[in-house]
């Protein structure tokens, strides 16, 4: 049975935590969703950005387990040498794939796209090169909606132009207001689907 709630998929990289504290400051507590954070990390860094975010949201923050269930008003950040995947509403963890170019955030938009559909959300948020563009035209064809962060509000601008040249998104936006777009939008479908 598909989740009743909303997964919202993040991407980000280079410049990307200042867009991802914007974000989350700006994100209502009680909304209908969980989010997924994927950024790109070194191998060998160890990450304590969930500690970071947890202080610019009341929602827990916490780094993702292999095989738990996703819940509504949670937060979950990718660790680091890894990449993350969904699957019946529970998050999977591999190593990093042995490449040059990190492709973390396509590998998890195609796997959410894959399992949530409609219900799926993807961020793509400031970062190099082009991760995440190949992911939200799986998202697009799965029936969710994809909200990119403007480029002349990122400090890199690889990713955002990337997924703006290969999709439609809902929002260009700034981080701030591009947290107030989804809101929004999760809680207009919400109420749409109780009538």
């Known amino acids: ?12 990289s280079a410049g990307g935590q200042a867009a991802l504290k914007e974000f989350l400051k700006n994100m209502p507590a009680n909304i209908n969703a969980a989010f997924v ?12 950005l969930h500690t970071i975010l947890s202080g610019y949201t009341s929602m827990p923050v916490s780094l993702v387990k292999h ?18 995947t969904v699957w019946d509403g529970r ?12 492709k973390a955030v396509d590998t998890f938009f195609e796997s959410l796209a894959r399992d949530m559909g409609e219900r799926a ?16 035209q799986h998202i697009h064809r799965h029936g969710g909606r994809v909200f990119v962060q403007a480029p002349q509000s ?15 998104p809902v929002a260009v936006e700034d981080p701030a207001i591009l947290a107030k777009s989804i809101a929004a ?3 207009s479908l919400v109420r749409s689907e109780r009538i």
């Open 121 to 136: 959300v993807a961020v793509v948020l400031s970062g190099g090169g082009n991760d995440g563009s190949v992911g939200v």
């Open 185 to 187: 939008c999760i809680e």
């Open 91 to 102: 998050l999977f963890l591999e190593p990093r794939a042995n490449t040059p170019v990190n």
């Open 1 to 12: 049975m598909k989740n009743s709630f909303f997964v919202v998929g993040i991407g980000a």
């Open 154 to 168: 990122s400090p890199a601008t690889g990713m955002p132009d990337a997924s703006i040249a290969a999709d439609h």
């Open 67 to 84: 095989g738990e269930q996703l819940q509504p008003g949670r937060i979950y950040v990718m660790p680091e040498n890894s990449e993350v």
């Open 37 to 48: 954070i994927v950024t790109h990390l070194t191998r060998d860094y160890k990450t304590n």
